[in-house]
């Protein structure tokens, strides 16, 4: 091992190198310019990939192209202007008793929906996985 001892630059030499060096205005420049470049970059992968599979989770998209999930979801939120959506259709096969059962519960519903329309909407919830915050403001 090899020692310096009095033959070595200060600690404010090599400080004030470092600066010049590596946070100067044209290297910073030089950083984001490329930075930019390079989300734009992901960004046309990810808006392609979205325009010709527009089912396509965050996971699948970062599968595809290698890019971290966080980076995806980030461009896919901010850049593109996405928002997240957890739909998908199930169909279901009803009985005639379930659909019978069904309006029912939906006439009970809409009495409820408009009793709470006199009271402005204030706390009116509903049941199955569903619920709502109704306040209109005068």
């Given at each position: 091992?090899?020692?310096?001892?009095?033959?070595?630059?200060?600690?404010?030499?090599?400080t004030?190198?470092?600066?010049?060096?590596?946070?100067?205005?044209?290297?910073?420049?030089?950083?984001?310019?490329?930075?930019?470049?390079?989300?734009e970059?992901?960004s046309?992968?990810?808006?392609?990939?979205?325009?010709?599979?527009?089912?396509?989770?965050?996971?699948?998209?970062?599968?595809?192209?290698?890019?971290?999930?966080?980076?995806?979801?980030?461009?896919?939120?901010?850049?593109?202007?996405?928002?997240?959506?957890?739909l998908?259709?199930?169909?279901?096969?009803?009985?005639?008793?379930?659909?019978?059962?069904?309006?029912?519960?939906?006439?009970?519903?809409?009495?409820?929906?408009?009793?709470?329309?006199?009271?402005?909407?204030?706390?009116?919830?509903?049941?199955?996985?569903?619920?709502?915050?109704?306040a209109?403001?005068?």
């Amino acid at each position: 091992m090899e020692t310096f001892l009095d033959d070595h630059p200060s600690y404010s030499t090599i400080t004030r190198i470092l600066r010049l060096q590596k946070f100067s205005k044209e290297s910073n420049q030089k950083i984001f310019s490329e930075k930019s470049h390079e989300k734009e970059l992901k960004s046309t992968i990810i808006s392609k990939i979205l325009k010709d599979y527009p089912h396509s989770s965050i996971r699948q998209i970062a599968m595809l192209t290698g890019i971290p999930r966080s980076t995806v979801y980030d461009i896919v939120t901010q850049s593109l202007g996405y928002e997240v959506h957890h739909l998908r259709w199930i169909s279901h096969s009803f009985n005639c008793q379930q659909k019978n059962n069904r309006v029912e519960l939906s006439k009970r519903l809409l009495k409820t929906v408009q009793k709470a329309r006199s009271n402005s909407y204030i706390c009116f919830l509903t049941g199955d996985e569903s619920w709502f915050f109704f306040a209109i403001r005068s």
